[in-house]
Nanobody, 125 residues
């Protein structure tokens, strides 16, 4: 069983940066893929960045060049460094994990079995 808890959300002005963290409780050796998603009211959950045990990363076009996904295996933690934040980056950010890798659609929400409760990011002008 995998438990995920996000942290690092908050309020920031446009152009600023935030670093999200996702603390995982499961065995890293049994975890194949992890990802960050964002949801805003009225819209589907959007995959932003994914990473797997083979070192493959994938980014949504909306965040490419601005967001970076990384992992600290020793600390069992996933990170999302978010730079040059825009107002449209506002939303509830979720961490997700699955035991499989590679995933057929690593930025699609239904690929992931485990989810954190989310952390809110608000970007203002």
């Amino acid at each position: 069983q995998e438990q995920l808890v996000e942290s690092g959300g908050g309020s920031v002005q446009a152009g600023g940066s935030l670093r999200l963290a996702c603390a995982a409780s499961g065995d890293p050796a049994r975890r194949g893929s992890m990802a960050w998603f964002r949801q805003v009211p009225g819209k589907p959950r959007e995959g932003l960045a994914s990473s797997n045990i083979f070192g493959t990363t994938e980014y949504a076009d909306s965040v490419k060049g601005r967001f970076t996904i990384s992992q600290d295996i020793a600390k069992n933690t996933l990170f999302l460094q978010m730079n040059s934040l825009k107002i449209e980056d506002t939303g509830l950010y979720y961490c997700a994990a699955d035991s499989r890798a590679p995933l057929r659609r690593p930025l699609f929400f239904s690929e992931y079995a485990y989810w954190g409760p989310g952390t809110q990011v608000t970007v203002s002008s």
